[in-house]
């Protein structure tokens, strides 16, 4: 019986790449699925979080989940008993995390929903005992990877292309000279090679995205994960306030201000807010360069992903090189997923139709890294995270972002100026 499963299995990357395209395609082909607002004030709008019509939306977001999670399983070849048990507990404490985050308070302050996911399922995991069948039964690597096979779909080339070219140019200078500044910083402060390949990528490239595809380019550790989207959601937060203010105060002209902050600012709800407080024109030019440096990151997991096969030679001789067939073998299939969605996006699909699901498809993309680290949070012991993490990694980000915010300052200058 066991062979027989093992014959119609399926590995867990090529399941990734064949969920993500299974969603996308249902968008593309009609299937109507209304995004969940989880946007609220005060006390008394909570209410038309919980009004039928969006009651609706989240259950329909349950099923999408929940029905994927539970194919995942069976192509894979294991059982689905415990997964009818964990799935709902862990996406009960996601949405409690999407509703907290979804506060306008919050908002502004840019704590992004995995924050809340990680602090939730660190609470729990901390607090009750929970059975090892529970933890056992988590798929973190699995909801991480759909939902970056799926982020290819926000990730559109038309956008950067019709933008023009100085954007693009600045982020190829800014991810390269960052993100080898960054890794030769964490050498010297003798940051472990996983955690420095994650710290490097979300430093240069774009924050979180770029750490969670990172780890799973290299099969990362969650703990080490969890940590770097700490740091950078941290880290985000002051540069966010206090960036426009400098260049407010040493008059940087306005499009030298956008592109400097889209440069140096992780996460795009951050780089919007902050590109905001200057004006339209630093706002534009801003996104522009998130965006690009978005674009940048398929390339980059391509990279690091060959790069760590490359290097990492376990079951070789010392003097034996990996072969291509090696490589293939061990390369994340969910790039080839993010890749296939974005180039789908950019140029085969019609502006309309991309209009149309772009924004569920996020959704559904956000929903599934929420359930990676509320998953991430369940099987982590705090004492264990506090132990794993010295203050090392930290001064090596501290360092490449200050790194980052002068270097691209110097490049923001020279081109926009």
């Given at each position: 019986m066991s062979s027989s499963k093992k014959a119609f299995s399926v590995s867990e990357d090529w399941t990734v790449v064949i969920l993500g395209f299974t969603i996308i395609i249902l968008a593309i082909a009609g299937m109507k699925f209304t995004a969940p607002v989880f946007d609220?004030?005060?006390?008394?709008q909570l209410g038309s979080i919980f009004s039928t019509h969006n009651l609706g939306a989240i259950g329909a977001l349950f099923l999408i989940t929940f029905l994927a999670a539970i194919a995942?399983?069976?192509?894979?070849?294991?059982?689905i008993k415990n997964i009818l048990y964990v799935f709902p507990v862990v996406f009960l404490l996601t949405l409690i995390a999407l509703v907290l985050s979804g506060n306008k308070t919050i908002k502004e302050t840019n704590f992004e929903t995995v924050i809340f996911?990680?602090?939730?399922?660190?609470?729990?995991?901390?607090?009750?005992?929970?059975?090892?069948?529970?933890?056992?039964?988590?798929?973190?690597?699995?909801?991480?990877?759909?939902?970056?096979?799926?982020?290819?779909?926000?990730?559109?080339?038309?956008?950067?292309?019709?933008?023009?070219?100085?954007?693009l140019l600045q982020a190829v200078l800014v991810v390269i000279s960052v993100w080898y500044f960054a890794y030769w910083i964490c050498k010297k402060l003798k940051v472990d090679e996983e955690l420095s390949m994650m710290l490097s990528s979300a430093v240069s490239i774009c924050g979180v995205?770029?750490?969670?595809?990172?780890?799973?380019?290299?099969?990362?550790?969650?703990?080490?994960l969890s940590y770097v989207v700490s740091v950078v959601l941290l880290t985000a937060v002051p540069m966010m306030i206090f960036m426009p203010y400098i260049a407010n105060y040493f008059h940087f002209p306005e499009a030298v201000t956008g592109a400097w902050l889209g440069g140096t600012i992780d996460t795009t709800g951050a780089v919007v807010a902050s590109g905001s407080l200057v004006g339209e024109e630093a706002l534009k030019i801003s996104t522009i360069v998130k965006f690009s440096q978005n674009v940048l990151l398929g390339i980059a997991a391509f990279a690091i992903s060959v790069y760590w096969t490359y290097t990492k030679k376990e079951g070789?001789?010392?003097?034996?090189k990996p072969t291509l067939k090696m490589i293939w073998?061990?390369?994340?299939?969910?790039?080839?997923?993010?890749?296939?969605?974005?180039?789908?996006?950019?140029?085969?699909?019609?502006?309309?139709?991309?209009?149309?699901?772009?924004?569920?498809?996020?959704?559904?993309?956000?929903?599934?890294?929420a359930l990676a680290f509320t998953s991430i949070g369940l099987e982590t012991n705090f004492r264990e995270l506090l132990q794993l993490n010295n203050l090392k990694p930290l001064y090596?980000?501290?360092?490449?972002?200050?790194f980052n915010i002068l270097i691209t300052l110097v490049i923001a200058m020279f081109l926009f100026s």
């Open positions: 609220w004030d005060g006390f008394s995942a399983f069976l192509l894979t070849g294991k059982s996911s990680l602090a939730l399922g660190l609470l729990v995991s901390n607090t009750i005992k929970l059975p090892a069948w529970f933890k056992e039964t988590l798929t973190t690597e699995l909801f991480v990877k759909i939902g970056l096979v799926l982020l290819g779909t926000s990730v559109i080339f038309g956008d950067v292309l019709k933008a023009g070219s100085k954007g995205s770029a750490a969670i595809a990172t780890a799973g380019a290299i099969k990362g550790d969650s703990k080490k070789l001789d010392a003097d034996s073998e061990r390369f994340p299939k969910f790039v080839v997923g993010f890749l296939a969605a974005s180039l789908l996006f950019s140029f085969l699909l019609s502006p309309d139709i991309v209009k149309e699901v772009k924004a569920p498809l996020k959704q559904v993309q956000s929903a599934w890294f090596a980000f501290l360092i490449a972002q200050l």
